[in-house]
């Protein structure tokens, strides 16, 4: 009866280790699937900065001489338009300058890989910032573009959005 009783607890402890250890391995690959999910949030996040640098600085420049803006008070004030569906992401609001992308409706934008898609929900600010890269409320020739991008479905792999900017710049 001792042995048998030994052999039960032996069969226990094994088990909880076994599981233990498991749990462990498992923890490991959701911590690299979260990190690659992040690298192709970033490549995302890369590429709609791409469609969003295209764009003209700001609506007044749009058609005229770089020379011809000789001061901040020469570009559009904000608070800038927001709610568009950029035709970029294939909505139907022509969306021709920066501050055009400001809070924008979210797109899904795809990450494609050979044997795969994931989509990612974008959602981007736009704001001036002086040249400290502190948000002001007056025109300068500065304007931060700020992305929060999330993998998209019921139960995101990303816990919290990658938050990416750039500043970008007239001259």
Same mark, same amino acid.
């Given at each position: ?43 995302? %996040? ?9 764009? %003209? ?30 035709? %970029?992401?294939?909505? &139907? ?20 890989? &050979? ?8 959602? %981007? ?47």
């Amino acid at each position: 009866m001792q042995q048998t009783l030994l052999a039960l607890l032996a069969l226990m402890v094994a088990t909880l280790l076994s599981l233990t250890q498991m749990q462990s391995r498992l923890q490991d690959q959701r911590e690299v699937f979260q990190s690659e999910m992040k690298e192709m949030a970033i490549g995302v %996040a890369t590429q709609t900065l791409e469609v969003v640098r295209a764009r %003209a600085f700001d609506e007044n420049t749009i058609g005229v001489p770089e020379d011809s803006i000789t001061s901040p008070s020469d570009l559009t004030d904000p608070p800038f338009t927001t709610g568009k569906h950029c035709e %970029a992401f294939g909505g &139907p609001d022509t969306c021709d300058d920066v501050d055009d992308f400001h809070e924008m409706k979210p797109v899904t934008v795809p990450f494609e890989a &050979p044997d795969f898609t994931v989509d990612f929900e974008v959602r %981007a600010e736009v704001r001036y910032v002086d040249a400290s890269l502190n948000p002001v409320s007056t025109p300068t020739f500065r304007k931060e573009v700020v992305f929060k991008i999330q993998d998209a479905g019921s139960d995101p792999y990303i816990q919290e959005p990658i938050t990416f900017s750039e500043v970008l710049t007239y001259y």
